[in-house]
């Protein structure tokens, strides 16, 4: 193999695995995740109901062992709560693509590229005297699926990608007096993401000077990992009134220095014409990428208008703009490590509710609300179709004893089309637009001891 032709293939190589981790890894930014790119908002049925209004500040709510620690300082007795959320997310394609050769892509739209999965949350609460109350959860902030069909026009860029976060959090508060609380969390998170997509060899042997077209020879990659990161939040609660209640949470950011490994198959064709392909090069090989899944800080209000009647606002900002690159580091060293852009923005959350209790054991609650994506179109792939969302909900509450309750939410999620015009690392290009929705379907159960 001549020289030319093997740093020819190490540079869509290098190019392919660092497409591969990034998206794999930034897909965690994109659907079956419900809020703004990756971000999953979905750990309180109770709060689904209404929107989210209120997250940090509502009463009854064992889930502000995550969304407001400082909160807790309103329970006066042990909670248990358990909340499931069934996501289902639809995304289908619609545009056309062109291979480096100039032609068409072959290949259909890659079907319904979304996914149904459940998302669980348990929490338990327990008082430590007058003022000190501490909490445990296991929830799951950020997560995403989703799988195109296979030989579809965007094969290059993407098939299955997975990406799965989940936060163990131990959380403490302590009620300064009957108008302040403040509260603190330690969350260890363990993070792993999927990849794969194909190869097209073909582009890659015809760039090095071989008699073959691109699309002609697909092969496929496939990229794993894993990693366990820690952070923190604390949280405020003041009530200002006895009708009013305000609260203010922060999240930090986790750092992950993901490790797993790059898988490929290799078309027996590909390594008779270049015996490097499938040897020194695209050959299974450990590697490592720094990620940092985002810090948010969220604002709640919650005013109860009379016996019957509350209602609640949130405001939401997560600072995806740390977002700027991912560094992929290889073992095999014919690979240097690749930076690859993509520059998100920072995005805002709203959402207003309400609470209408028709008699003690059973309330009615509603809200809306509107939610930014981070994505440009410069970066957008079809592994993050992500658009402005908007949301629409309703739930319902049934509290049969004062020591059980179920709640009950559903939500619908409209997507503004996500425009993308995308080349893969061997130069096929893609563009067009994604159509998506959502839909939400919660069930949760709090036992009071």
């Keep these: ?49 209404r929107a989210f209004a209120g997250s940090a500040a509502a009463p009854d709510d064992a889930a502000v062992v995550v969304n ?46 979304g996914v149904t999965k459940p998302i669980p949350a348990l929490y338990y609460i327990k008082p430590l005297g007058e003022q000190w109350r501490l909490g445990v959860a296991v929830s799951a902030p950020f997560g995403f699926e989703t799988d195109y069909d296979q030989g579809w026009v965007g094969r290059y860029s993407a098939y299955k990608s997975m990406f799965q976060s989940i936060d163990l959090t131990v959380s403490t508060s302590y009620r300064i007096n009957d108008n302040f609380s403040i509260g603190a969390s330690v969350v260890g ?26 699309q002609s020879l697909d092969g496929r990659g496939k990229v794993v990992g894993d990693d366990w990161g820690w952070g923190w939040g ?12 305000i609260g203010l949470n922060f999240h930090s950011q986790v750092t992950h220095q993901l490790s797993g490994t790059g898988s490929f198959q290799v078309p027996a064709a590909v390594t008779a014409i270049n015996p490097a392909l499938g040897s020194a090069v695209f050959v299974d090989t450990p590697g490592t990428a720094g990620f940092t899944t985002p810090a948010n800080a969220s604002a709640s209000w919650w005013h109860t208008v009379n016996d019957r009647l509350s209602i609640g606002a949130d405001v939401g900002y997560t600072r995806w703009s740390t977002f700027k690159n991912l560094v992929v580091d290889y073992a095999n060293p014919l690979q240097p490590n690749t930076v690859e852009a993509f520059d998100w923005e920072d995005t805002w959350f709203g959402s207003i509710g309400m609470e209408y209790r028709f008699n003690p054991a059973w309330v009615l609650r509603g809200g809306i609300a509107v939610d930014g994506s981070p ?46 015009d995308t080349t893969a690392a061997t130069r096929d290009r893609l563009t067009g637009a994604f159509d998506s929705s ?12």
């Design 375 to 420: 994505t440009q179109l410069q970066t957008r792939t079809p592994r993050v179709p992500d658009g402005t969302r908007r949301w629409v909900t309703v739930g319902l509450g049934y509290t049969p004893s004062d020591t059980l309750s179920f709640d009950f939410g559903y939500g619908h999620i409209f997507v503004n089309d996500a425009h993308v």
């Design 234 to 245: 604390i949280g405020l609660l003041w009530k200002p009134t006895e009708a009013d209640r």
């Design 189 to 214: 998170q363990r993070t792993k993401a999927e990849l794969t997509q194909a190869i097209d060899f073909g582009a890659v042997l015809a760039g090095a000077g071989a008699p073959v077209l691109p």
């Design 1 to 49: 193999m001549k020289p030319s032709q093997l740093q020819f293939s190490r540079y869509f190589l290098v190019r392919g695995l660092a497409a591969g981790v990034l998206c794999a890894l930034s897909a965690a930014y994109a659907q079956h995740a419900s809020a703004s790119a990756f971000q999953l908002k979905e750990n309180s049925v109770k709060a689904l109901g």
């Design 438 to 449: 959502g839909n939400l379907l919660g069930a949760s159960a709090q036992f009071r001891f």
């Design 68 to 113: 407001n620690p400082a909160a807790m300082g309103e329970v006066d007795r042990a909670i248990f709560q358990a909340d499931v959320t069934g996501v289902q997310f639809s995304t289908e394609f619609s545009g056309q693509g062109r291979d480096a050769a100039g032609r068409p892509l072959s290949g259909g739209d890659g079907g319904n590229g």
